[in-house]
């Protein structure tokens, strides 16, 4: 049972004298895990740290929660999420087999670097972009293949030699910009091995590539829940494209992966497109009123197509203006790497959020 | 946007001419996937299939779920289920860097095959044992060395030539049977890689290996919420062992590997161990009768550990019988490999629902 052990096994492993490191993969010893954005604890803070949405999620959703029927969870989930990859085969015009969904878009993005790359193959992905793939390339054990952006992050030819994978953000995170789907689908049809599409923002954006998914043989269009709906907490994630792909992440996959509530939840969620519709509309007319009154402030703004914004401040360094507003309770994120660290990234807030920050950065400017 | 794509998009991967299965790694394309046992969708169906708890999850769960405030979910979970940790940490008497959680103990056995098996070693297990070990190896891409058990599924001493993880249900699915701890103990000992004691029906046995999880520098004993603690849909399981061991997992796991709500639900679960000490009191009591009953019916019984029996009918094959029953909609599960092939794995339910089996069992045996 839950019975606590006799207190003194608290000396446990201290004595140990066989250390456990070699018993660990040494590409797992070497490699560091993935930093997540700070969540922090006191609820004074204004959080415009990991892109999440400030809105809450559809009026459906929290029906579904508050009325589950608690006996339900006795029983295993349906292991496939038959109900929601029919569901959203309807939205896209798509079948059923052509979909699937996972614990967040990171276990579909985990799961490609499983089923596309053989062990002696690479991974490809742009610099700067998601944090995640190389992490998730040192995870898989196998090389990557790096294609530095152009000194405005945009498109260059990717370098794909030996790579069976190529992750691309679109639009791109942390720069928030836009590949056009013409550019996209022109690469895919040259490379030999399978694209994942990563977007996870563009519910934000003014194209897609869905299409490149549903006619291309080696595209993944992968999204999620996280940001446009509102539900980065119950971890949905998905993926469209040809079956033979999805047959693979399939039989690779964890047997139950998406649990009974955030399979009920996502559906009520994708159900109301009015309010997905509606939520999208403000944080994009927020995101523009940010981006003025951030140039007026002298920022570089990098034209967003996502929930955020990707900026230079000019009047002093990213580390020093990023603290100044951690002093003053208002959270963005800072990445230290080398190609990004004058940049900072801004989510797209309320607009009571927004006013906070722009007046905490003219209070700033004026110290 | 969830914009329906042109219909004529449906066409897509019809006129495509470049297969898509090279671009899948070899070792995918051979394997099977784990395939679970049914989910029927009828509510008319005695469900003695999937090993669920008959009884609903502890009251303090249902309020979790019925209060929780959905705002919180447009924000990622806590990344490492911190609050959750220190929980069980207590619980155990040991420290939250003793601690993984993660989306069922499905998760930490895959996490296990990545984290501690080089891609020259191999996985060991025993045979029959939980069906889903061959497949995390195939996954893996490794090789396994199976040991089978006694005639009567008794212990063998592993064989475990290269291995450098070592998968040991204990009690053992599907035949219920516990190993003593100090048998374990001494493997453990002698084994130069990681031990794997999967616990998932710990809480009805009558012997457990958490000391040697918090002894040994090798081990860890995974668990899980959804046997005992009814709570099989929320994907909650968790493995006690060395900080070293942990940390590893830790480190290669998806990010926000557990959702809020289940991180949530899960605590509740846990505060109410005499909830469980009652639940688990009631399905071994049951256990009990339907031994007896069976044995009185002329089944071979294996002693059960577990909340289920593992079952040899004497007047009939088992395939048979399992088909009787489908008939008189009660399900019960029914392995193909010829180890296990001549018995039936039946889940102990309610009273009722183990009267109305035992009905049908002598309605069938006088037909």
């Given at each position: 049972?839950?019975?606590?052990?006799?207190?003194?096994?608290?000396?446990?492993h201290e004595?140990?004298?066989?250390?456990?490191?070699?018993?660990?993969?040494?590409?797992?010893?070497?490699?560091?895990?993935?930093?997540?954005?700070?969540?922090?604890?006191?609820?004074?803070?204004?959080k415009?740290?990991t892109?999440e949405?400030?809105?809450?999620?559809?009026p459906?959703?929290?029906?579904?929660?508050h009325?589950?029927?608690?006996?339900?969870?006795?029983?295993?989930?349906?292991?496939?999420?038959?109900?929601?990859c029919?569901?959203?085969?309807?939205?896209?015009?798509?079948h059923a087999?052509n979909v699937?969904?996972?614990?967040?878009?990171?276990?579909?993005?985990?799961?490609?670097?499983?089923?596309f790359v053989?062990?002696d193959?690479k991974?490809g992905?742009?610099?700067p972009?998601y944090?995640?793939?190389?992490?998730?390339?040192?995870?898989?054990?196998?090389?990557v293949v790096?294609?530095p952006?152009?000194?405005?992050?945009?498109?260059?030819?990717?370098v794909?030699d030996?790579?069976?994978?190529?992750?691309?953000?679109?639009?791109?995170?942390?720069?928030?910009?836009?590949?056009d789907?013409a550019?996209v689908?022109?690469?895919c049809?040259a490379?030999?091995?399978?694209?994942?599409?990563?977007?996870?923002?563009?519910?934000?954006?003014?194209d897609?590539?869905?299409?490149l998914?549903?006619?291309?043989?080696n595209?993944?269009?992968v999204?999620?829940?996280?940001?446009?709906?509102?539900l980065a907490?119950?971890?949905?994630?998905?993926?469209?494209?040809?079956?033979?792909?999805?047959?693979?992440?399939m039989?690779?996959?964890d047997?139950y992966n998406v649990?009974?509530?955030?399979?009920a939840?996502?559906?009520?969620?994708?159900?109301?497109?009015?309010?997905?519709v509606?939520t999208v509309?403000?944080v994009?007319?927020t995101?523009?009123?940010?981006q003025?009154?951030?140039?007026?402030?002298?920022f570089?703004?990098?034209?967003?197509q996502?929930?955020?914004l990707?900026?230079?401040p000019?009047h002093?360094?990213?580390?020093?203006l990023?603290?100044?507003?951690?002093e003053?309770?208002?959270?963005?994120r800072?990445?230290?790497d080398?190609?990004?660290?004058?940049y900072?990234?801004?989510s797209?807030?309320?607009?009571?959020?927004?006013?906070?920050?722009l007046r905490a950065?003219?209070?700033?400017?004026?110290?």
């Amino acid at each position: 049972m839950g019975a606590r052990l006799p207190f003194d096994l608290i000396r446990m492993h201290e004595q140990v004298s066989s250390p456990p490191e070699r018993r660990i993969k040494a590409s797992v010893q070497r490699m560091s895990g993935y930093v997540p954005g700070e969540q922090p604890a006191s609820a004074d803070i204004i959080k415009l740290n990991t892109n999440e949405n400030p809105y809450p999620p559809a009026p459906g959703v929290a029906d579904v929660c508050h009325d589950f029927d608690l006996d339900k969870l006795r029983q295993y989930p349906d292991p496939v999420s038959a109900p929601l990859c029919d569901q959203l085969a309807g939205l896209y015009g798509c079948h059923a087999e052509n979909v699937i969904v996972g614990n967040g878009s990171d276990e579909i993005l985990a799961l490609c670097t499983r089923a596309f790359v053989e062990d002696d193959q690479k991974i490809g992905f742009f610099d700067p972009s998601y944090s995640l793939y190389p992490i998730l390339s040192d995870i898989r054990d196998v090389p990557v293949v790096v294609t530095p952006l152009g000194d405005a992050f945009e498109w260059r030819e990717p370098v794909v030699d030996g790579c069976g994978l190529f992750m691309l953000a679109n639009p791109n995170a942390p720069s928030g910009l836009s590949i056009d789907s013409a550019r996209v689908r022109a690469f895919c049809e040259a490379f030999e091995g399978v694209v994942i599409v990563d977007e996870a923002y563009a519910e934000f954006a003014d194209d897609h590539c869905l299409a490149l998914a549903l006619e291309l043989p080696n595209v993944l269009v992968v999204r999620t829940l996280s940001k446009s709906y509102a539900l980065a907490g119950i971890r949905l994630g998905y993926a469209l494209g040809h079956p033979a792909l999805i047959s693979a992440l399939m039989k690779i996959k964890d047997s139950y992966n998406v649990n009974a509530l955030t399979q009920a939840m996502a559906s009520a969620a994708l159900a109301d497109q009015d309010y997905l519709v509606a939520t999208v509309s403000r944080v994009k007319a927020t995101r523009a009123r940010l981006q003025e009154a951030l140039q007026a402030l002298d920022f570089d703004v990098v034209p967003s197509q996502t929930n955020f914004l990707f900026v230079r401040p000019t009047h002093r360094r990213a580390d020093a203006l990023f603290a100044a507003l951690r002093e003053r309770n208002i959270l963005v994120r800072h990445f230290t790497d080398e190609r990004v660290c004058d940049y900072l990234r801004i989510s797209v807030g309320t607009d009571d959020e927004i006013d906070a920050l722009l007046r905490a950065l003219k209070d700033i400017q004026s110290s």
